[in-house]
């Protein structure tokens, strides 16, 4: 867009102000075109701006940054000469990768020695989850055996989820602070699940919704599926722009955003309280739902567990 804040795919394009969030703070105080290239072609590579997205216009990205035009025009060239851009006559500079490559973030291995690897020698680190200890699941079995001939003897069709998982989810949640009922829970197939069924519910195609950028990949493809038009709000190593997420939301006033606070996804950044008292505040201000994603709320090593976001609105305000 032209404010030169979000990422919009209508049209596939980064603003400056966004783009230059995304520089390491150091490129900033001294910029120059190999150090900005080296910077642009990083964040394509793990994922942070998209492939074929139109980077922003030479004099608007100097501005952003506080480089001089041609600096960010000797980036665009050598972007180009490497393969990752590409002109289009009359529409701008895009994002690209050179032959034979790919976005780390679309299958990221890590060898023993630390480097890229081959998928038959290394670890996929687009994939967060390990497999199931064996002892633990052999228990887990043997429990859930015992269950079956009780199970057996009802009808066995639980479209909420089975009663007492739903009590189960409902108390963890009282537990950490968001007093929850067991009718309020449905139980799902999965988060990606989840979320696809509420963006049916409160969306048409068209409306827009807010992201993070970079998100969960997989929650990209369901808005794509959904046909909304999307717009991003920046996380970099140092979190959120509050000031731009506000003015984001202000601006474009989305139906819904998309938010993963807890240990984001990708760049497991912690959002802090006052941030999200003022995230909860700027989407109260415009009407949109907020979809807040906890999957991952658990992985707390050195720091508490957070609370649902949902628990900071003011006493009486609707939650989801």
Known sequence: MANGRIVQTADRAIGSRQLAALLPPGLLARPGYRALADAVRTLILDGRIALHVRLPAERELAEAVGASRATVTGAYDLLRESG???SRRGSGTWTDLPEG?????????????????DA???????IAAMGAPGA?????????AAKLPEAARTPGYHPFGLPALRTAVADRFTRRGLPTRPEQILVTAGAQQAFAL???LLC???????TESPTYAN?????????VRTGSIAVSDAGWDMEIAESTLRQTVPRLAYVIPDFHNPTGALMPPEQRVRLLSAARRTGTWLVVDETIADIALDVAAPAPLASLAPPGEPTT
């Open 84 to 86: 990752y851009a590409h």
């Open 101 to 117: 490559h790919r976005p780390v973030g679309a299958h990221a291995l890590l060898g023993a020695g630390g480097h890229g690897a």
């Open 120 to 126: 038959d020698c290394g670890t996929d680190l687009a």
């Open 136 to 144: 633990a699941l052999t228990e887990a079995l043997a429990w859930a």
């Open 198 to 200: 509420v963006v049916s």
């Open 204 to 210: 048409r195609a068209g409306d827009r919704v807010v």
């Open 219 to 227: 929650a990209l493809d369901a808005l794509r599926h959904a046909r």
